[in-house]
C-alpha cells in the first residue's frame, strides 16, 4: 500500500488536493524512509505542483488593491 498509483492530476477544489495529500501521508505512515521519499515525489510532487498552478492563476484573477492580494504575499 505504500506505492499506491495516483490517477493523473485532475481539476479539483483546493481543498480535495490538501485532503488527497495528508491521505498519501497517512498510507505511507509506517513505510522505510526510502518508500515515503518516492510515494512523495510520485504521488504528492504532482498534487502540490497543480495546487500551487491554481493558486497562481486565482492571484491573477484579484485586483492588486485586494486584501487577500496583499496578504498573500507577506507570508
Do not use: F, N
Not at 526510502?34 to 484573477?61: G, H
Request: aromatic share 6%; proline share 7%; with cysteine.
Amino acid at each position: 500500500m505504500c506505492m499506491q498509483e495516483c490517477p493523473p492530476t485532475s481539476p479539483r477544489k483546493p481543498w480535495q488536493r490538501i485532503g488527497e495529500l495528508y491521505a498519501i501521508e497517512a498510507e505511507v505512515r509506517g513505510c522505510t524512509a526510502e518508500q515515503r521519499l518516492a510515494a512523495r515525489k510520485a504521488r504528492a510532487a504532482p498534487l502540490m505542483q497543480s495546487l500551487y498552478d491554481w493558486i497562481q492563476t486565482q492571484m491573477k484573477t484579484l485586483s492588486r488593491h485586494s486584501i487577500r492580494q496583499k496578504r498573500s504575499h507577506t507570508c
